[in-house]
């Protein structure tokens, strides 16, 4: 098994690139040794864990880290599937030095044993995003073109997509090939805005990789049945099929993935127009949910997508055929809620249009949806001017006269504009460095304070992020690393100081499946058994864990969460305290009392519930070496 781990050095400044080995043990995957390289390098590294290649499911994720450019922290960002192809090259990392003189395609291809093979390539970006179904797509259809031949087994393409020359989320995208063809089930590292920095800080605008090497991975089955027996009374088949129901279909709700359930089961925690559903009573919540989405978006979905069974994998063979689809379209959870629900989309062909526009510009498709239907709040207030985006409507918002199908049309359509808006940076938009200094520039020259309705986490000065979809105070917590599930996301209630110390419980188990480069679908069996695992195969359980806490201490010493800015996000926590005790029907203690704190003075008790939580997740993850 793998005692090295093999980090492949380039700069496309020169195309110049080297090879360096770390110690396995010393440095246990992507995320650990992928904040030792961005402390020294400021570089953008993209890797696999340990175990990419072998039997066990859902550890082929190509894990991507550096410092974000729109969270402006250390960020980690994972795409599914595309560490399988990687793994051919026989490294288990590529970091990116410096900065091609032009817009450039990163070559890179290992045949058996020979050297792997760097080239570093311009590329004509607008002609490129320009053919077939545009932007991010495009990109790859030109790079397969150029270099697809070159494989003699299928390789794999990252791409970005215009946002990343004009904004500071612009994501990465990647598609399986299957023979050498583009699927349709795209997989992104979207979060983190890696996509901006991979363009701007190192002008690559793709990355094409593949290879035949043949690499020392896990393929035992034999050994790894008797591991999951031991623990679980059932072979590794068995028990992954049973943790990954849930995205695969679940019978109890006659759904499945995440788009499925979430919306089977959200009821009156439905998130709606900009979050001004968190204001709205149980009962108007609870007839959204079941008009608008339950009868008739997720309904749609099911008779589309699941009795028909279009599903697939991210690439890799796994048991949870979790890319749920119809046709070119892709259709997950957060990515069909932010650029649906939330903006007032309640049927597929509206947030088909809106979601397939976002991706092809190569959008991280929470952050953009989170932006837009901030924008649309302006615009439906008054705030901003339809002259001031330079768009053509207002949204349809409405509850008491909302049609579902032409009025989600109509604001998917305006939404569209609204996303030309910002890659053209018309009007007053200019996203570039952020949207908080956006929001900064707004207040200097019209007198207007527009973020009190964008709900978000801020880091620093200019980092920001739109929150995780689910309406619970820990999709705000002060952690180091958001946006991600490096949080609790449940609907109870902990007291805050206790709420911070389990978001920090959360952060070390994500992390021992992000640095193993393993799919958190899989978490049923993937934190428990992980360690045993590395004990078995290497007697360094012990260390593996203790290396987990340092790197989550690690993380959180640059921690520079700010005091939610946005008046939203204080009502976001309020209403929901208050919804826990009124209709979930919580007699804590505590949280009348922090309901009445809130109350009396939103600012003060807010301010309080986030200090709370800060100090819980710096308590858990102090570090005493």
């Not at 390539?121 to 002609?127: E, H, I, S």
């Not at 978006?297 to 009795?307: M, P, V």
Request: aromatic letters at 12%; charged letters at 25%; glycine letters at 10%.
């Amino acid at each position: 098994m793998k005692t090295v781990q093999r980090v492949l050095f380039v700069d496309p400044s020169t195309g110049f690139y080297r090879l360096k080995r770390y110690p396995f043990g010393q440095y246990f995957g992507p995320v650990d040794l992928g904040i030792h390289l961005s402390d020294r390098f400021r570089c953008l590294n993209f890797g696999t864990g340990i175990f990419a290649g072998s039997i066990l499911p859902g550890s082929n994720r190509l894990i991507v880290t550096g410092f974000s450019p729109c969270w402006r922290g250390f960020y980690v960002s994972s795409m599914g599937g595309a560490g399988l192809p990687f793994d051919n090259l026989g490294i288990n990392m590529v970091s990116l030095l410096g900065k091609a003189p032009v817009p450039s395609i990163l070559y890179l291809n290992r045949t058996h044993g020979e050297e792997i093979t760097v080239e570093v390539v311009p590329v004509d970006l607008q002609q490129a995003w320009s053919r077939g179904r545009g932007g991010i797509y495009g990109l790859m259809d030109e790079v397969l073109e150029r270099f697809g031949t070159r494989y003699s087994t299928d390789p794999r393409i990252l791409a970005v997509g215009p946002s990343a020359q004009s904004t500071d989320f612009g994501g990465i995208g990647s598609a399986p090939i299957v023979k050498g063809k583009l699927t349709f089930a795209d997989t992104w590292a979207g979060r983190g805005g890696f996509g901006s920095k991979m363009l701007q800080d190192h002008g690559i605008a793709a990355v094409i990789y593949g290879g035949t090497f043949i690499d020392d991975d896990f393929r035992d089955r034999k050994v790894a049945d008797e591991w999951f027996e031991a623990k679980y009374k059932q072979r590794l088949a068995t028990k992954d099929f049973e943790a990954t129901t849930k995205y695969r279909f679940d019978p109890k709700f006659e759904t499945g993935g995440t788009f499925g359930v979430n919306y089977a089961t959200l009821k009156g925690r439905m998130i709606a127009f900009n979050y001004r559903s968190i204001y709205s009573e149980e009962g108007d919540r609870l007839t959204i949910h079941k008009t608008m989405a339950f009868n008739h978006y997720l309904k749609q979905f099911n008779d589309e997508t699941i009795k028909t069974k279009s599903q697939c994998t991210c690439g890799e063979p796994c048991s949870a055929v979790c890319k749920k689809l119809r046709g070119e379209y892709k259709k997950d959870y957060e990515p069909y809620q932010t650029l649906g629900p939330l903006i007032g989309v309640f049927d597929q062909r509206a947030a088909e249009l809106v979601n397939g526009k976002a991706d092809a510009s190569g959008f991280d498709a929470i952050s953009i949806g989170g932006v837009l239907a901030w924008l649309m709040d302006c615009l439906e207030t008054g705030l901003l001017s339809t002259e001031d985006l330079c768009v053509t409507r207002t949204p349809k918002w409405d509850l008491d006269t909302f049609d579902i199908v032409p009025d989600s049309m109509h604001n998917a359509e305006l939404a569209m504009e609204l996303i030309d808006s910002i890659l053209q940076k018309r009007g007053l938009i200019d996203f570039l460095e952020g949207v908080r200094k956006f929001s900064r520039k707004v207040k200097r020259e019209r007198g207007i304070r527009i973020i009190d309705t964008f709900v978000h986490t801020a880091f620093g000065r200019k980092g920001w992020m739109v929150p995780n979809q689910y309406w619970t105070p820990g999709s705000l917590a002060p952690m180091a690393i958001m946006g991600k599930y490096y949080m609790f996301y449940g609907p109870e209630f902990f007291p805050p100081r206790t709420l911070g110390r389990v978001c920090a419980e959360r952060m070390k188990a994500e992390l021992v499946m992000d640095n193993m480069g393993v799919c958190r679908f899989h978490r049923g069996w993937a934190e428990d058994m992980l360690p045993e695992i590395i004990e078995s195969l290497y007697g360094l359980r012990e260390q593996f864990l203790e290396m987990t806490g340092i790197t989550a201490s690690r993380i959180n010493s640059r921690n520079s969460s700010v005091f939610w800015e946005s008046q939203r996000d204080l009502d976001f926590v309020h209403t929901f305290l208050k919804r826990r005790r009124d209709v979930e029907g919580d007699k804590d203690p505590q949280l009348q009392t922090w309901i009445e704190a809130f109350e009396k003075n939103p600012g003060e008790a807010g301010l309080d519930w986030w200090c709370e939580m800060k100090k819980g997740i710096d308590e858990s993850l102090r570090s005493f070496l």
